[in-house]
């Protein structure tokens, strides 16, 4: 038996929103430094919305799974919303995740964090809309 629930294996099989994006409007990249897996985050700012979002991971299948959740999770949402968004969210949305797998599940809300961040700092740079 597989000790991912069935929305875990669902996700990993089938992962939304995984790939590169072009001239994305903020990127957060993270790495575990448990096992040493990077994963990033991609995302498009609109009105003050997250329009589109990706992910790229070399993590295992939790790492994946949550990636996948978080993106669905964040698409549309406002960016404060989205900075609220933390491996709680998606975990109780896979229907949990087993407690070794705890420090998989951290990065993808991490990443993500991340690329708001980035997004805002940019911002403040040009004034206004990056530039790209
Ligand atoms: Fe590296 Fe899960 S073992 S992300």
Redesign the pocket.
């Known amino acids: 038996m597989s000790m991912y629930s069935d929305k875990v294996m669902e996700h990993f099989r089938n992962p939304k929103n995984m790939g590169v994006m072009d001239s994305p409007d903020g990127v957060g990249e993270v790495g575990?430094p448990?096992?040493?897996?990077v994963?990033a985050v991609y995302i498009k700012v609109k009105d003050g919305r997250i329009s589109d979002i990706k992910f790229q991971?070399f993590?295992?299948?939790?790492?994946v799974a949550t990636s996948s959740m978080i993106t669905e999770l964040a698409k549309g949402k406002t960016l404060e919303e989205a900075a609220k968004l933390d491996n709680k969210s998606v975990s109780t949305e896979l229907g949990g995740l087993p407690p070794i797998?705890e420090?998989?599940s951290n990065?993808a809300a991490e990443a993500l964090h991340a690329a708001v961040k980035d997004y805002l700092a940019k911002r403040a740079q040009t004034g206004t809309r990056p530039a790209h």
């Open positions: 575990n448990v096992c040493g897996d994963m991971t993590g295992c299948v939790a790492a797998k420090h998989c990065l």
